[in-house]
Each structure stands twice: as structure tokens, then as C-alpha cells.
């Protein structure tokens, strides 16, 4: 089967002016689409999904990433928003977090070699005794139960029901919800082991791209985790 993959990430003004400018600038490969979280607008898609949970629960306020709903909604809603209005254009739909600087083209043969290495709802990337690395997500839109996972994901945010759970950030959600499912419908990339700074995508793919996570990433420009980025002379 010939493949073609839609990549999606989404940011704001403000993400953009500090890193997403750099995702932007570097990415190449196959086709993507953004999603604008505000009224921000740069080769952006408009996001709407998330408004009403934004708007009910923007009261709360937190430094605790593990219980910050908010900040960490847009993912799970752009994936949702995406698979509707692109899913029958594409077989697959690749997430790929807006901090991420690109080294290589993302093209159907990468994604092949590296992400799609079986059929599955879901590649994912694992890591042990913790919530999943979701800065990388790879969906086959036509399979049977993809919709069904991502709506159910999405119904812990409509209903509120996030706040019901022992964390309250889309990985924890991600987590959750695909432990519902038989673990066939799923594709592991991860790894059994810890790796530096539970950098997963740094030891991964870090010769393609670096996720420049968290704020000392992003104010540096790159991760020290990774070894395998280009230097610049």
C-alpha cells in the first residue's frame, strides 16, 4: 500500500515568536499542516475544538505540569480536528510537537524506516516506569478503531472527566485510554531501558531532529541529550 502521511503540530502567537519558528524554518518532507491555537496566523489551520474546555477550566492554575489540563489540551484536540477534516485525505497523520528542530526531510520512506515499522492504530513511543514521550504520534487513519481511540480521548476533556484522574496532561490521557484496547492495535517504538533525561526522541531519532522539551531546551536551542545533532562550525 502507498502511504501518504499528513504531519500536524499546532502553537500560538506567542510559541511561535519563541521556538515554533524554528519548526516551521526547518521542517521539510511531506505535507503538514498547523494549527493555530489564537488568532495567530502562519500557514495555519484554525483550531475550534478546544474553545469550550479552554473557556470552563482556564481558571486553574498550576506549575505542576501533571495537573496543568489546559496547556496540554490543544494537542489532543488539533489530532482530533485534524483526523476529521484531513483523515480521508491521508492513510497516515503524524503529530510531531511545535519545539522540534528538523536536521532531515520527514518523507514517506523516514516514516516508514523509522515510525510505521507495522501496521497499527497507534505508534507510540514508550518509555519504562512513565507516561509515553507523545512529542511523536503516528495514526493510520483507516484503521477500524482509530477514530473510536481518539474520541475517547477527547471525551475526558468535553466531559470534564480529566479531572477525575491521578494526572490531568494528554500523556497520562494517551496512556490511559490505549490500555482500554488489545495491545496488538499498537506499535511500541520505545525502549525497555532509561535513557539521558528520559529523552527519548534524542536517542531515538536525534540524528533527524531534536525536541527541544522544556524550558532550559528551548532557551539553549537544542537538547544536551543529543549527541547525534549537526554542529554547526
Not at 491521578?166 to 531501558?193: A, T
Request: charged content about 30%.
Amino acid at each position: 500500500m502507498n502511504n501518504k502521511t499528513l504531519a500536524i503540530t499546532s502553537f500560538n502567537k506567542n510559541l511561535y515568536e519563541s521556538y515554533a519558528f524554528r519548526f516551521i524554518e526547518s521542517f521539510d518532507g511531506i505535507d503538514l499542516k498547523v494549527y493555530s491555537e489564537d488568532s495567530f496566523q502562519v500557514k495555519t489551520e484554525k483550531l475550534y475544538l478546544h474553545e469550550e474546555f479552554v473557556k470552563r477550566n482556564s481558571h486553574i492554575v498550576t506549575d505542576d505540569f501533571k495537573f496543568d489540563a489546559v496547556r496540554f489540551c490543544f494537542k489532543p484536540y488539533t489530532i482530533a480536528q485534524a483526523i476529521n477534516e484531513f483523515g480521508a485525505d491521508y492513510t497516515r497523520l503524524l503529530w510531531l510537537d511545535a519545539d522540534t528542530i528538523f536536521f532531515k526531510p520527514i518523507t514517506e520512506a523516514w516514516v516508514d524506516k523509522n515510525l510505521h515499522t507495522k501496521p497499527a492504530l497507534l505508534s507510540y513511543l514508550g518509555r519504562p516506569n512513565w507516561h509515553s514521550e507523545t512529542g511523536v504520534l503516528l495514526f493510520e487513519t483507516n484503521h477500524k478503531y482509530t477514530k473510536e481511540y481518539i474520541e475517547r480521548v477527547i471525551h475526558y476533556y468535553d466531559s470534564d472527566e480529566i479531572f477525575k484522574e491521578k494526572e490531568w496532561h494528554d500523556s497520562y490521557i494517551w496512556d490511559l485510554v490505549r490500555k482500554q484496547y488489545p495491545k496488538k492495535y499498537f506499535n511500541n517504538l520505545g525502549v525497555s531501558y532509561r535513557v539521558p533525561g528520559g529523552h527519548i526522541q534524542a536517542h531515538l531519532f536525534g540524528d533527524s531532529f531534536d525536541h527541544t522539551k522544556g524550558s532550559e531546551r528551548k532557551a539553549k536551542g537544542y537538547s544536551i541529550e543529543n549527541l547525534r545533532r549537526p554542529i554547526k562550525k
